[in-house]
């Protein structure tokens, strides 16, 4: 019968006691946060990758599908399905793009603003929710912290990561 270890030869030193590393508790907490989210946002009928568009196009409205992508950082076909259900809900909208009769420039429709409000509801209390345990100051350090991680990293502020499961586009190479 194999004997439980409890403590490690030579230091005594209980697996238990150790902290993981930051990266494995960044890849832990981070997919629970991501899927925690994707549930919330369920209620709306909405996935990440709907709620991401719908704020690029607050902050940057009349975007062609091409400079979204780029933006998102994911390939522009896999963008336009997304595109396609947000614009079949009326969220979204496709206009004649005044400076490139070829494209046409995405923006929010009055439902899709509500729609965002919704969404930042959602958010704070996702946000809320993840970090109960922390006080303010700590989780204001929790977020500089991640902040300087994720530019080290090169990610781009803003963008939910569940927009790389879409596929990369050509803006730069994994670190």
């Known amino acids: 019968m194999a004997r439980r270890r409890t403590e490690r ?28 989210f994707a549930e919330r946002l369920s209620a709306l009928g909405l996935s990440p990758p709907h709620a991401g568009i719908l704020w690029a196009l607050s902050t940057s409205g009349g975007l062609s599908q091409q400079a979204l992508a780029e933006h998102l950082d994911v390939l522009p076909s896999r963008l336009v399905a997304l595109v396609d259900e947000l614009e079949e809900r009326g969220l979204v909208e496709r206009r004649d793009n005044p400076d490139d009769r070829r494209t046409y420039a995405l923006h929010l429709t009055s439902p899709g603003r509500t ?61």
Do not use: Y
């Open 9 to 36: 030869s030579g230091g005594g030193d209980r697996p238990r006691d150790r902290l993981p590393s930051a990266a494995w508790l960044l890849a832990q907490v981070g997919a629970h946060a991501a899927a925690k």
């Open 115 to 175: 729609m965002l409000e919704a969404i930042g509801r959602i958010a704070r209390t996702h946000q809320e929710s993840i970090s109960e345990g922390l006080d303010a100051g700590e989780r204001e350090q929790l977020a500089a912290l991640l902040l300087r991680i994720a530019d080290q990293q090169g990610l781009r502020r803003g963008v939910h990561p569940g927009f790389r499961s879409l596929g990369r586009g050509r803006r730069r190479k994994e670190r």
